[in-house]
């Protein structure tokens, strides 16, 4: 596969789910920001007072982009069905230019939506446990993917998907197979779909932000403190990347989109914010 750039500056639809977590607000701020007149940003999110708010600082900073807030309440019962009525809905209200949305020039999609690594360690859990954690973890972001490619208002719009993933996630930890697993299987789609529909304009990236500042000591579910050093095994490749720079969320998105607009990468291919590029 060949290395890709890509234009954001166009008339766009952008879907963006997790917008409560750390790099949810600076992703929907400054993606929009790029995007034309007439474009449609679809926000997605358990938290709608913080949809509400990002919703208003896109308004403020940007003109003539439509904001809808989706306030999904429940991730681990989201399926196909759902995302179909969601996009569908969305995408038969009325524009606010003339013309229709299959004028789009370009659809993006990121997957931001996820719990923070801590919030279900101090395994094992039940059965009931793991699949309510899996349907959240891989199958709605699988869904949701489903209904967008084969949206038939986008038939011909050339697609972006767009994996935020943590490469801390793709290998072995303490206390966390089910993330790991998870994770990893997530990781495994998104590069068979590179694969399945490059014939149909479609792009995808996983990207690894880095060691967010904001990934700070916390309590887990049976109120134990866990740091990421206390669930990253004790080999030397581990030791080197707990010694990376810690990253701003601001910064993390500008390198997402530096290498989406100037640098160009492979489609299916992880990404990383420590990555030898320059930002």
């Known amino acids: ?16 789910s997790g917008i409560s977590n750390p790099l949810g607000e600076h992703l929907a701020i400054e993606m929009c920001q790029r995007f034309q007149t007439g474009s449609l940003v679809m926000l997605i999110d358990v938290d709608d007072e913080c949809l509400q708010e990002v919703r208003k ?3 403020a900073l940007t003109k003539g982009l ?4 989706c306030n999904l309440m429940d991730w681990q019962n989201a399926d196909s069905k759902l995302f179909h009525n969601l996009l569908a809905t969305v995408l038969s209200l009325p ?5 229709g949305f299959k004028e789009f020039e370009f659809a993006l999609i990121v997957h931001n939506e996820g719990t923070l690594a801590t919030h ?3 395994e094992p859990q039940d059965a009931e446990s793991w699949m309510a954690f899996a349907n959240q973890q891989l199958y709605a972001p699988v869904a949701l993917n489903q209904e967008f490619i084969k949206c038939a208002a986008l038939k011909d719009t050339p697609k972006l ?15 966390s197979s089910l993330k790991c697993s998870c994770k990893k299987a997530r990781d495994m789609y ?32 049976n109120n134990n403190v866990i740091d990421v050093a206390d669930v990253i095994n004790a080999g030397e490749g581990d030791e080197k990347l707990l010694k990376l720079p810690r990253v701003e969320p601001q910064q993390a998105t500008l390198k997402l989109i530096n290498i989406l607009e100037e640098i160009s990468f492979i489609s299916g291919h ?8 320059v930002l």
């Not at 596969?1 to 963006?16: N, Y």
């Not at 399945?196 to 579910?221: F, R």
């Open 66 to 69: 439509q904001v809808i807030c």
């Open 120 to 122: 279900m360690l101090m």
């Open 190 to 221: 998104f590069r068979s779909v590179a694969s399945d529909e490059s014939l149909q304009n479609v792009t995808v990236m996983s990207y690894a932000p880095g060691i967010l500042k904001t990934h700070q000591p916390q309590y887990d579910d």
């Open 161 to 175: 998907l767009i994996n935020i993933n943590s490469q801390f996630m793709l290998q072995p930890m303490f206390y």
């Open 270 to 277: 992880d990404v990383d914010y420590y990555d030898t590029y």
């Open 1 to 16: 596969m060949s290395a890709k750039r890509m234009d954001l500056k166009k008339k766009s639809l952008f879907v963006l």
């Open 95 to 99: 524009q606010q230019e003339a013309g």
């Open 57 to 59: 600082e896109i308004e």
